[in-house]
């Protein structure tokens, strides 16, 4: 695997000053989407990255969407089981691609069809079930199948994953936030779901929104908000933003 050399600054426009919790040093990684070979590269950038920054409370927050869509989903949430139950800083966030994962555990069959549609199959390719495997299943059959390849542990460790995470003036969630309601009275559908209403807007939401969900091709620095969901899945490149104090920088992990 090729690195990229690193730290790049991407601004579109000038952002707005935010400033993290006294002391404390964040690295915040978009969308992974099965991608291990790639979340194994970020982490040991933020790694090295951080030894050359001196020691400070540092905390890596996953911003969600961990599985589908990659070839290597299970592996990915193997990996970041490990860190989360044997890191404190270790921070993961719900991301929709999990909730969709849920709600086709549950039954849901609509959910189901979407799930898989939305790289639900890759998922369970990478646990061993081919396509032909769901053929004539009703929904509740499904259900049952995918909570059984995953198993309930795993199932567990998502459904009380949180959605938010905050340092200072830095609010983290997978998707965005609803223009003009309070940060914590934000709905969960749309810290999961949201799109063009948060995308669309200038308006100061209270904090700087990092985020992710929204696929670009490279990360996206607004006046209220910054995107580090660079379709790694697709481009072959995973982003993470760093911040501490009043500084703030960028890590990726590319493949060629």
Known sequence: MRVAPLIRHLFRRKAKSAVTHAGERVYAVGDIHGRIDLFRSILKQIQIDGQER???????????????????????LELVLHLHRSSEGFVVLSGNHEEMLLES?????????LWLDCGGMETL????????????????????????TIGRPTLEWISA???T???????????GVRPGVALDEQR???????RDEFLDSSAD???????????????EVEN?????????????????????????????????
Request: hydrophobic share 40%.
């Open 188 to 194: 969960r559908e749309d810290l999961l779901w949201i």
């Open 205 to 219: 939401h209270g904090a700087m929104i990092v985020h992710g969900h929204s696929e670009q091709s490279r990360i």
């Open 54 to 76: 001196g020691p400070n409370s540092t905390r890596i927050v996953l911003l969600g969407d961990l599985i589908d869509r990659g070839p290597s989903s299970r592996q990915v």
């Open 105 to 113: 555990c549950a039954g849901n069959g609509t959910m189901q069809n």
């Open 125 to 148: 390719r990478s646990y061993g079930i081919e396509r032909a495997m769901l053929r004539g299943l009703r929904p509740a059959e499904l259900g049952e199948l995918i909570t059984r």
């Open 165 to 175: 995470f905050r340092s200072g003036d830095y609010f983290f969630c997978h998707a």
């Open 224 to 256: 209220n908000r910054i995107n580090i969901d660079t379709a790694a899945y697709r481009t072959n490149v995973l982003s993470a933003l760093a911040v501490e104090g009043k500084e703030r920088w960028f890590v990726e992990a590319c493949h060629p």
């Open 161 to 163: 994953l949180p959605l």
